[in-house]
């Protein structure tokens, strides 16, 4: 019996849908080692196997494979049997560096991670798969009963502002405007970092009152309590504070269309004319082709039921149709590929 060897194409292509069928793999190492917290540990000074697994208590058969893994991966060095943490994972996941995201890989291994598992019964079912403490009208103000479970979702949400912030900055023109009011806002990290870039402008954040303290927490940290304050509220039932500019972020993609489509018209209503609108989010292309936004759109759908990422032109006409006048969709340099679009309030 003759055999044939694989065409080179073949084998390519074999390994490349091994590749996505054991992703996983690399994710879980990454949840691991900041569940551990080894990049913190690391921080301090480069350790040996035997430091590392005495002090985080672990196993060293698997520890050694599993820190030999993350060299593999650019997340650590290893120099003379000692581990340290190489320059990304030294910036980005050790917790207090400005640009940690350590919250948000936390959050995909206590909840999107467990979701994700069930994603043939959400296809079947058409039902998110996170439970009940995200999903539904009030599963916000559920959610964060739990000070921990809230606080973990605000470092989560601090992942990505932290980037967003510096291009929310300079993509609009704040020249003629001098206030804005984040709805969603959470505990206020796109908020004061947005002040901090454009210091003439006053914030003002609008979420549920259970984030208040966290709120003042972090402006404390921050020191931008006198530039931004918190008011407390549901986006869907009380009167919106007014400003010259909303900013909607990451937010849209969590409800029905006809749940955007009324808090859009909200913030036409709260704003002046002359007013601003801006609405970023991962925003799908119109020829549907990005599989990075694709697969967060089916996240959101996965977290939330309603949920998930819209195009470019439904983001349009979700303005429209409030009344607003697009003037601009710009795409983000950030760590999710946003786009934010940016509309006038006719006066």
């Known amino acids: 019996m003759t055999t044939t060897a694989p065409s080179s194409d ?7 849908i091994v590749s996505i069928n054991n992703a996983y793999f690399r ?4 949840h691991s080692a900041v569940e551990l ?5 690391l921080a301090d000074a480069p350790r040996t196997v035997a430091e590392i697994c005495e002090q985080l208590k672990l196993s060293a058969p698997l520890a050694t494979d599993f820190l030999d893994a993350l060299v593999g991966l650019e997340l650590l060095d290893r120099d003379g049997g000692r581990y340290a943490n190489s320059a990304d994972a030294d910036a980005l996941l050790v917790p207090g560096r400005p640009g940690y995201l350590g919250g948000s890989v936390l959050q995909h291994s206590t909840l999107h991670y467990h979701s994700w598992a069930r994603l043939t019964d ?14 539904g009208r009030h599963g916000f103000a559920k959610h964060y009963e739990d000070p921990d479970r809230a606080r973990r979702l605000m470092d989560h949400m601090d992942s990505f502002t932290t980037f967003v912030a510096p291009q929310i900055a300079a993509t609009l023109d704040w020249g003629p405007y001098r206030t804005f009011v984040d709805l969603g806002g959470a505990r206020g990290n796109l908020a004061a970092r947005l002040v901090q870039a454009q210091p003439h402008l006053r914030g003002t954040v609008f979420d549920l009152p259970a984030l208040r303290e966290l709120f003042d927490e972090h402006m404390a940290g921050l020191e931008t309590a006198d530039s931004v304050s918190f008011h407390p509220g549901d986006f869907f039932s009380d009167p919106l504070p007014s400003a010259d500019v909303v900013i909607i972020g990451h937010i849209l993609h ?5 749940a955007r489509m009324e808090l859009v018209r909200r913030a036409y209503e709260a704003l002046p004319a002359g007013g ?3 609405v970023y989010d991962a925003m799908l292309d119109d020829s549907r082709a990005e599989p990075g936004t694709l697969l967060q759109s089916l996240n959101c759908g996965m977290i939330r ?7 470019v032109t439904e983001a349009g006409r979700y303005a429209e149709a409030a009344g607003f006048t697009v003037r601009q969709v ?9 786009r934010v679009l940016v509309a006038v309030k006719p006066g």
């Not at 917290?37 to 540990?41: Q, V």
């Not at 969590?254 to 006809?258: E, G």
């Open 10 to 16: 073949t084998v390519a292509a074999a390994q490349r």
């Open 27 to 30: 994710s879980k190492a990454l």
């Open 37 to 41: 917290g080894l990049f913190a540990l």
């Open 122 to 135: 959400a296809l079947r079912s058409g039902d998110a798969q996170s439970g009940t403490t995200v999903t």
């Open 254 to 258: 969590d409800w029905p269309v006809a």
């Open 276 to 278: 601003v609108l801006a």
């Open 305 to 311: 039921d309603g949920g998930g990422e819209y195009t």
């Open 330 to 338: 710009t795409p983000l340099r950030t760590i999710t590929r946003d």
